[in-house]
């Protein structure tokens, strides 16, 4: 537990000290949600009911691109192996890199769905505790996938395309009930979304734990 | 056993066949088109014990490093998404007719593909991943939590709106299959298919390991001519 805060606090102050990863992360996921909104040329009846779709697609994939910056950054001066020479628990690092992950992902989040409400025509201020819910239970998620594959397919060749080409089928769960979720807090409330936010928590729960375990096998050498 | 299982699945193919286009009564209200149910249901039936397979056979291997259950999960993921593409192929023809439209987002149709894109992606990763050693141990783990979102997938695509048919559990009780005949074609096509997979999967099994067999011959001769040289 210790040795994960640790991890986190490394992370966190790297990108602290450059706010590079995190600055293009959050202008990559604006643009995204632009880019997705313009591509469907929304009347302003229609573009609320677009949201939850652009919302998540434009966090996937900006997603996507900062866990693979993140490795890419460790593999830079062997930083990893450094660390996996460190007297530390594979499972550990996985909690740190997990939890780093999830920060950085909240941060894109904060500044990504509220503009959305904006660019959208959503009221989300009084829909907020239950966004707020739905988002952190998909950013764990994500981030929990992200950072078992981020760290196998930094050690492939192809690694580029490796990662996307990996996660997405896996995250086909996850973006269902995170959009159901958002859709059915956005008209009706938390009552409405129990079923996407049950595909939601289990699939924290499951994959949480499955890369608990298995991040040992992709590091190991 | 090894020598029966060509002649076996031929002659099982030829049984299913017959029964299907011969034996079997033309369905109600599909007609002729509905033929393909017996290959199609057959095949989706190989293509998930492919895909459970690759889990098992990984778990084996991140178990005991055995390179035999690698090979086998390596063959079961290649098995998997060719009978997962003939499910992909022959489902459109079907509906096609039947509901006018080659393909639709319904919950199986939703299910199939993307359950055809996780493994697809897993021979991405064996073929395109490059030739570290430590590749099968990164596929077995994939192969784990492939099986693992299975469930996932499941229950997330329920919550899109279905309209494929329910054959073998029907919500009144019953089943589809009216005649005894319908059933039996059922099985012993997708017994053919089973036959058939386990013969690609056993060739596919050995050929890994007559390949690796033959890199270790290189590689010892390579070494022995070093000496001499």
Same mark, same amino acid.
């Given at each position: 537990m210790r040795d994960a805060l640790v991890i986190l606090a490394k992370d966190l102050r790297i990108e602290w000290r450059t706010r590079e990863g995190l600055s293009s992360v959050l202008v990559l996921g604006v643009l995204l949600v632009v880019v997705l909104t313009i591509a469907q040329d929304p009347s302003p009846e229609?573009? !609320?009911?677009?949201?939850?779709?652009?919302?998540?697609? &434009?966090?996937?994939?900006?997603?996507?691109?900062?866990?693979?910056? &993140?490795?890419?950054?460790?593999?830079?001066?062997?930083c990893l192996a450094g660390l996996l020479t460190a007297p530390l628990d594979p499972a550990a690092i996985y909690a740190g890199k997990l939890a780093s992950n999830v920060v950085l992902l909240g941060v894109t989040q904060a500044v990504v769905v509220p503009l959305t409400g904006l660019f959208l025509h959503l009221d989300l201020v009084p829909r907020l505790p239950a966004l707020l819910l739905v988002c952190l239970l998909g950013n764990v998620g994500f981030a929990s996938l992200?950072?078992?594959?981020?760290?196998?397919?930094?050690?492939?060749?192809?690694?580029?395309?490796?990662? !996307?080409?990996?996660?997405? !089928?896996?995250?086909? !769960?996850?973006?269902?009930?995170?959009?159901?979720?958002?859709?059915?807090?956005?008209?009706?409330?938390?009552?409405?979304?129990?079923?996407?936010?049950g595909v939601l928590a289990a699939f924290d729960v499951i994959f949480a734990v499955a890369g608990w375990l298995l991040f040992a096998y992709v590091v190991r050498d | 056993m090894r020598r029966l299982l060509p002649p076996l699945t031929g002659l099982t193919m030829l049984a299913a066949l017959a029964i299907v286009f011969l034996v079997v009564p033309t369905e109600a209200d599909m007609g002729i088109v509905q033929r393909i149910f017996y290959f199609h249901v057959a095949s989706a039936w190989v293509a998930f014990l492919g895909f459970f397979l690759v889990a098992g056979a990984s778990a084996v291997y991140l178990w005991n490093g055995s390179p035999t259950a690698d090979r086998l999960a390596y063959a079961a993921g290649e098995v998997g998404v060719l009978f997962c593409t003939l499910v992909l192929v022959t489902g459109p023809i079907w509906a096609r007719p039947i509901w006018g439209v080659w393909w639709t987002w319904d919950p199986r149709l939703t299910m199939t593909v993307v359950l055809w894109a996780i493994y697809a992606s897993y021979l991405m990763l064996r073929g395109f991943g490059g030739d570290d050693p430590a590749l099968a141990r990164y596929a077995a783990v994939l192969g784990i939590v492939g099986v693992l979102d299975i469930p996932l997938i499941v229950v997330s695509v329920r919550l899109l709106r279905g309209i494929h048919p329910a054959v073998i559990n029907r919500t009144d009780g019953g089943t589809g299959l009216v005649d005894p005949w319908m059933r039996i074609g059922l099985l012993v096509s997708a017994l053919a298919l089973i036959l058939l997979a386990a013969w690609f999967m056993d060739l596919r099994v050995r050929g890994a390991r007559l390949e690796e067999e033959v890199a270790a011959l290189r590689r010892e001769l390579d070494a022995r001519r070093g000496e001499v040289a």
């Amino acid at each position: 537990m210790r040795d994960a805060l640790v991890i986190l606090a490394k992370d966190l102050r790297i990108e602290w000290r450059t706010r590079e990863g995190l600055s293009s992360v959050l202008v990559l996921g604006v643009l995204l949600v632009v880019v997705l909104t313009i591509a469907q040329d929304p009347s302003p009846e229609t573009a !609320p009911t677009l949201a939850p779709g652009v919302l998540w697609a &434009a966090f996937v994939l900006t997603g996507m691109l900062g866990v693979q910056r &993140a490795f890419v950054l460790e593999r830079e001066n062997d930083c990893l192996a450094g660390l996996l020479t460190a007297p530390l628990d594979p499972a550990a690092i996985y909690a740190g890199k997990l939890a780093s992950n999830v920060v950085l992902l909240g941060v894109t989040q904060a500044v990504v769905v509220p503009l959305t409400g904006l660019f959208l025509h959503l009221d989300l201020v009084p829909r907020l505790p239950a966004l707020l819910l739905v988002c952190l239970l998909g950013n764990v998620g994500f981030a929990s996938l992200a950072t078992l594959f981020g760290a196998l397919a930094i050690r492939v060749r192809a690694r580029e395309i490796m990662l !996307p080409l990996l996660l997405l !089928p896996l995250l086909v !769960p996850l973006l269902i009930g995170a959009v159901q979720a958002t859709r059915a807090v956005l008209v009706g409330g938390l009552a409405a979304a129990s079923s996407g936010l049950g595909v939601l928590a289990a699939f924290d729960v499951i994959f949480a734990v499955a890369g608990w375990l298995l991040f040992a096998y992709v590091v190991r050498d | 056993m090894r020598r029966l299982l060509p002649p076996l699945t031929g002659l099982t193919m030829l049984a299913a066949l017959a029964i299907v286009f011969l034996v079997v009564p033309t369905e109600a209200d599909m007609g002729i088109v509905q033929r393909i149910f017996y290959f199609h249901v057959a095949s989706a039936w190989v293509a998930f014990l492919g895909f459970f397979l690759v889990a098992g056979a990984s778990a084996v291997y991140l178990w005991n490093g055995s390179p035999t259950a690698d090979r086998l999960a390596y063959a079961a993921g290649e098995v998997g998404v060719l009978f997962c593409t003939l499910v992909l192929v022959t489902g459109p023809i079907w509906a096609r007719p039947i509901w006018g439209v080659w393909w639709t987002w319904d919950p199986r149709l939703t299910m199939t593909v993307v359950l055809w894109a996780i493994y697809a992606s897993y021979l991405m990763l064996r073929g395109f991943g490059g030739d570290d050693p430590a590749l099968a141990r990164y596929a077995a783990v994939l192969g784990i939590v492939g099986v693992l979102d299975i469930p996932l997938i499941v229950v997330s695509v329920r919550l899109l709106r279905g309209i494929h048919p329910a054959v073998i559990n029907r919500t009144d009780g019953g089943t589809g299959l009216v005649d005894p005949w319908m059933r039996i074609g059922l099985l012993v096509s997708a017994l053919a298919l089973i036959l058939l997979a386990a013969w690609f999967m056993d060739l596919r099994v050995r050929g890994a390991r007559l390949e690796e067999e033959v890199a270790a011959l290189r590689r010892e001769l390579d070494a022995r001519r070093g000496e001499v040289a």
